[in-house]
């Protein structure tokens, strides 16, 4: 298929009935912010044999794609409006991974309330994908790793780690699971669940000011608000939680800084904590508190056993590089 083609067969469709998008025939988008309203916008990349592998399928391929991007809005409590594609075309992409691809897209499209309106097409030598998200939120309202607090609690949304466990069973690693919990497993890896509306709540009715999606493992970006906030942060290791009860410490360390778990990491003002269990209540989500934000020591994580002991860490997180 020809450049143009893919654009007129298959990404037109997603552009449809959106003036933003001037039907993907113009050299831009264009679209109006609410007067009140500023601006979020996040950009991912995705590579072949880094990111996923051509074997997963446009489908799943896509759905993580948008799915990752839309994580970043939730980390800033924004309202999704708009992205755009970036697509590098290898040899080995066809006619049917490209439907399977915009099939994913859509689907998440309907779910988001959101439009493509635009990108760019080329060949290249391994399959690439990137896009860039815009959301909006409300004038002067930030969620942003940089506002942890002294005191805050740490919550943390859903559970830590079924994502990497879900990349060990398709890495083929052996485990005893049932069918019934790998295709669990293997669905938490390759259909994150943006917290969205969770991050609107939080930044809405002022919950919470700092939040992270967790991309690269719970330490890692844990690590990130640290020092982006300049604290330290004390966790305790039976507040985290796992899928699976009475793990080993290693296998519970494993998935504290394994990736992909696309959860929210958020801290709280103290005098907010029944309002944050109240609203895990009202949108029927786990909300954890793991620890809190401390002054002491040089923006690290200590982690604690349920005896109290402090256990080292070593790993924390996925890195590109
Ligand atoms: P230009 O030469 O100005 O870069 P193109 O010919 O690349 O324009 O693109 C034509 C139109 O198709 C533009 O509206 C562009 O946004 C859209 N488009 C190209 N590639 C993609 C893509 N991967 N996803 C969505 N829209 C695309
Ligand atoms: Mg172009």
Same mark, same amino acid.
């Given at each position: 298929m020809a450049e143009f083609e893919i654009i007129e067969k298959y990404f037109k469709a997603l552009a449809s009935s959106n003036k933003a998008a001037r039907n993907l025939a113009d050299d831009s988008a264009q679209f109006a912010v609410k007067n009140n309203c500023e601006l979020v916008v996040s950009k991912d990349i995705f590579i072949e044999d %880094?990111?996923? $592998? $051509? *074997? !997963? @399928?446009g489908y799943k391929i896509a759905q993580k794609l948008l799915s990752t991007n839309l994580s970043d809005l939730a980390a800033s409590g924004a309202t999704p409006l708009y992205y755009m594609l970036g697509f590098g075309k290898s &040899?080995? %992409?066809d006619e049917k991974f490209i439907a399977e691809f915009c099939k994913g897209l859509r689907d998440l499209q309907k779910k988001f309330k959101i439009k493509l309106i635009g990108g760019d097409t080329s060949a290249a030598p391994k399959a690439f994908f990137s896009i860039t998200i815009f959301g909006s939120v409300k004038k002067n309202q930030n969620l942003a790793r940089f506002n942890g607090c002294e005191n805050d609690l740490i919550f943390v949304s859903g559970n830590i780690g079924d994502a990497f466990r879900g990349l060990q069973i398709k890495l083929g690693e052996k485990n005893n699971y049932t069918k019934s919990q790998k295709n669990y497993f293997l669905n938490r890896h390759f259909f994150p669940t943006p917290q969205i509306i969770l991050g609107q709540n939080l930044l809405a009715k002022k919950l919470s000011k700092c939040a992270i999606d967790i991309s690269d493992g719970l330490l890692a970006d844990l690590r990130h608000i640290c020092k982006n906030s300049k604290l330290s942060a004390e966790i305790f290791l039976d507040k985290i939680p796992f899928y *699976? &009860?009475? $793990?080993p410490l290693n296998q519970q360390l494993k998935l504290m800084s @394994? @990736? !992909? !778990?696309y959860e929210l990491l958020f801290t709280v003002d103290c005098k907010n904590e029944r309002k944050i269990i109240n609203l895990a209540k009202k949108l029927n989500l786990k909300l954890s508190c793991i620890g809190f934000l401390t &002054?002491?020591?040089?923006c690290e994580i200590t982690l604690f056993n349920s005896q109290n002991q402090q256990i080292k860490l070593t790993k924390f997180g996925y890195e590109h590089f």
């Open positions: %880094i990111h996923f $592998l $051509l *074997e !997963d @399928g &040899k080995n %992409i *699976e &009860k009475n $793990l @394994g @990736g !992909d !778990d &002054k002491k020591q040089r």
